[in-house]
């Protein structure tokens, strides 16, 4: 069964959230066989992309590294769980990059979602730069590192995103993702329950060929994810 994540950022309000749960819940009828539909909204709008239905489940975008107290604007994993999520993205490129989200940090989050039984949904990827430099690998190696003190039994999702294809119109080849999600599987021998997604300009176009290849077991979607039927898309040309 492969995973599709519905990666909104910050976009939809609830209304607007609510009209695309229905789309969704109409389009897919009773889900899509070999498909794991997952819709990550903004905090605002999780109550409103729920499927009472069960045919999706809901994940945060983010999460705080601390388990509660006087951190302004913070949201805790407990809260996160208790508004009906299951997994939440950690270290997403934009978190690094924009918000300065390092290492230590992401381990904390990470801790902090198996607290209250939330799967991460960890990010990884390279920069254009490190890409040309011939350092994905090591990049790999060093994001991974962060999740040294996870349990290895626990379910992980690790997205595989690399930074010059988000939301640039340019995804990896096909070539490139496999050979990203064989080399993340060997940097964690020891997981017993590992996913790993790729990420980066998916579209209803690209996504069969994406999967096509070695151990990509699915898809965490951005711009193409904020239409519902882009999104329904994606997931049925990608089911296993
Ligand atoms: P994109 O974004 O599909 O718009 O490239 C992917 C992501 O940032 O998760």
């Not at 379910?155 to 595989?160: G, R």
């Amino acid at each position: 069964m492969n995973l599709f994540v519905a990666n909104w950022k910050m976009h939809m309000t609830r209304e607007q959230a609510r009209a695309y749960a229905e789309a969704l819940g109409e389009l897919i009828d009773d889900g899509i066989p070999g498909a794991e539909l997952v819709l990550a909204p903004p905090f605002t709008a999780l109550e409103a992309a729920r499927d009472r239905e069960g045919r999706w489940s809901l994940a945060a975008q983010n999460l705080s590294e601390h388990a509660s107290g006087a951190f302004t604007g913070e949201v805790s994993a407990e809260m996160l769980a208790d508004s009906g999520c299951r997994y939440v993205i950690v270290g997403h490129s934009e978190r690094r990059t924009l918000f300065g989200e390092d290492g230590p940090r992401l381990a904390g989050k990470v801790a902090r979602a198996r607290d209250f039984g939330l799967v991460p949904i960890y990010c990884v990827g390279e920069t254009g730069a490190e890409r040309l430099a011939g350092e994905t690998a090591a990049t790999l190696a060093r994001q991974l590192e962060t999740l040294r003190d996870d349990p290895a039994m626990e379910p992980l999702v690790i997205a595989y995103e690399p930074v010059w294809a988000i939301g640039s119109g340019l995804a990896a080849t096909p070539v490139d993702s496999a050979a990203a999600a064989k080399r993340i599987a060997e940097l964690l021998p020891t997981r017993g329950d590992l996913r790993i997604l790729y990420g980066g300009s998916v579209t209803a176009g690209n996504a069969a060929e994406l999967l096509g290849r070695g151990r990509v077991n699915g898809f965490l979607v951005g711009g193409a994810s904020l239409d519902a039927g882009a999104f329904a898309a994606i997931a049925r040309s990608g089911a296993a």
